[in-house]
Each structure stands twice: as C-alpha cells, then as structure tokens.
C-alpha cells in the first residue's frame, strides 16, 4: 500500500481514495508574470512523478493545476511591458507549456486560470460573508482568521506565534481589518487596474481564495491530495484550508504534500545573489531530459542542491540506462526474476514515493540486464519504471556503415582475423560506438 507523509498531521499514512482507484490532486501552479525558475520546476516535476506513479499502479489521476493570472505582480510587470495582464499571462502560460514539455511534464488533466473563475469566486466570498467568516470593509473583504479552528496547524504556527509577526505592522489595509491576521478574499481595485464588478464594488480576487474555489470547483469540497512547495505553507495553504472548510464544513484534502526548496551551489536560490535560474534560459544549454532525471530522482520532500557536478551525474547515470534500453532485445527471461525487481522498485515507490530507492533498484535492474538477459520482457518492465520519472528514449538506429562494420568484424571474429576485428572496434570507438561481446552476440552504446 502506497504510504504518504502528511504536513498537516505530519505522519505517514496509508494512502486510501475517496473513490476507488482515483486520486484527485491539485497542486498550485505558477504565477505567469515571467519564465517558471528551478524551483517552480521542481515542484513540478516531483507532482508529475507522483503522478506517474499513481498511473503505474493502476490508478486513474484527475490532476489540476492552476495558472495564477491575476496578481499584483503581474499587474506591475504587465504595465511595464505596456500590454495587459490578460497578454502577459498568455505569453508566460505558453512558455510553461513549451518549458515543462521540455522536462517531461505531462500536462494536467486540466489547467484553470483565475480569469476564468471570477463569478465563481464572488459567490464563494459572499457566502462566507453571510456564514460570518469574513467581512466587507471599503471595498475590501476579510476573512476572519479567529473562526476558522486549528488555524496555522499545517504550517505548525499558533495564534500566538502570528500575533507576534503581526504585532507592529502599520498599513492602509491594516486600518481596516477587524483584527490583525485576517488576509483578504477580495480587494478593491486600484485607479486603472484590471478589475471585476461584485457586490463590494470593482475589484479583483485576494491571492489565496482562486484555488479554493477551483480545488472545489473541478475536484469537489473534499480531495485525496493538495500539493506544491513548502513555501505554500504559509499563508497560502494555511488560508486555503481556512477558507474552504469555512464554506464547506468538510476537510478539504485529506493529504498534504509538500516538496523541498532548491538552492543552487549550496546557496538560497535568490535574485540578489544572482543565481536565479529560469528553466527558459537552462534549456539553452541543458538537455531538457537530463534537467528532468536530476530532478525526478531526488526525494520530492528534501531539499536539493542545484550543482554542475549534479547535472554532470545526471547525464552520465541517464546515458547508461539509454543505452540498455536500447540494446537488441530477443527472447523471453524467466519472469519470476523480473518480478523481484518490480516488487523491490514498489516497495521503494510506495514509501512516500522514495524516488532515490526506486533509482537504485532501477540501476540494477539495468545491470542484470546488461549481465546477459537481454529480452523483451525485462525491457518492457524497465521502460515502465523509467516512466514514472517521466524518461522515454526514442528508438536510435545505426548508420547502415557502422551495422556493416559490425557485421564484417564478427566475421573477421569468427575466421579468427583478431587484428581486424581489433581495427573495426577501434574505428567504431573513435567514433563514439564502444562494442561489448557477450554469449547472446555484439552490444553497442555511444559515449
């Protein structure tokens, strides 16, 4: 059984569905006001792996994931740009979609944006103002923080604790909360901002209450999994649950996944330290694939040190299972051995998606492979396992000279002419094709 460690009650529980073999999972997205940077990838491909391995166990996965078209910084960067926010978010919402096919990333069964849901969220708001949750004040709506038990529990933050972070704070929109913690559902529009009528005036959606709304929407008031990085802890996530049970008066995910941050040369990933890495810019010069594999193979929930030498390790460790993979394949392996590694390459997965452990048991895999079993079944089984960290190797063929040249060297082979068959494998090496004979006849890689 496929085990999850939960934040909110931070412990590891047997994963059971709301509904037999489906899971139903959001995981907030990115903010489209520029290219998604190392980070954001990283959330994305730890959720996508997740995902997979879902699939891999013969679930089916409604996957949403959200694109966050209405925010302040899209609002500031669109005005420098001179084009609207609308404009802006499409040109980074395609970015995305061309940067996250680069790694792999299989897109969700559905991406909502915040444009899309605006009448949704007015009715989500005005019903938490008639329950007494929140509050109107100016224009601006608030949610009452104190109503909503257990608040700051996912992030393991008290009342107490917040009052002391909050304590001090002076603001205009202080002035108008009833109480310091409260955040706002609704704010009002600023001269010449994008905004949207509602009861409170024009105005626009406060950051927190959009994937509510769109969890509930698509997903229903309960779901099996919440996920993204564990900066959304607080206060996203915290406000998320607050305000969704608040209008449900049911839990509104029943596991809390969060994926460690990256920091790039052991150092905090940060504009100012000028190591702010976009994936845009990364895949200039590094294949998308070996980006993906360094990422996927981390364990989702530790932080990650973004390194050359990593990225190197990467290359080096993907290469080796490309070439397995395609090697000839021919015959059939008893299928009692395979099952031990797929048995192993489970019981890995299925505690809270260790993904280093499930590595290891895909490398060796690949050795026994490489030690003489060289069959269809056992390449059909690892090409599933490679899958779920989102690897596929397309078929390569060789030039028709170097297949000629391997066939005229295991006839030199076997007429017992060494020093030509020594001179061909030279000259294929020179060329990057390195030959390995075995009992089952000839294997090739490239360097």
Known sequence: MIKIYDTLTRTLKDFVPINENLVTMYVCGPTVYNYIHIGNARSAVAFDTIRRYFEYTGFNVNYVSNFTDVDDKIIKAAAKAGISPKKLSDRFIAAFIEDTKQLGIKPATKHPRVMDYMAEIIVFIKELVAKGFAYEAQGDVYFRVRKSPNYGRLANKTLEDLEVGASGRIDSEMALKEDPLDFALWKAAKPGEVSWDSPWGLGRPGWHIECSVMATEILGATIDIHGGGAD??????????????????????N?????????????????SLGNFITVHDLL???????LRFFLATQHYRKPINFTDKALHDAQINLKYLKNTVQQPFTGHAPQGEIEE???????????????????????????????????????KELEKMLAVFGIAFQEEELDARVEALIAERQAAREQKDFARADQIRDHLAAQGIRLLDTKDGVRWSRD
Do not use: C
């Not at 200039?284 to 070996?290: F, I, N, W």
């Open 255 to 271: 596991y809390w996944m969060h994926n460690g941050f990256v920091n790039v040369d052991n150092e905090k990933m940060s504009k």
């Open 284 to 290: 200039k010069t590094v294949d998308g694939q070996v």
């Open 232 to 253: 959304l802890e607080f206060p996203h996530h915290t406000n998320e649950i607050a305000q969704s049970e608040a209008k449900t008066g049911q839990p509104f995910a």
């Open 341 to 379: 590694f797929i048995f192993e390459f489970r019981a890995a997965m299925d505690e809270d998606f260790n993904a280093p452990n499930g590595i290891t048991v895909i490398y060796d895999f690949a050795k026994w492979i490489n030690s003489g079993h060289y069959t269809a079944n056992a390449k």
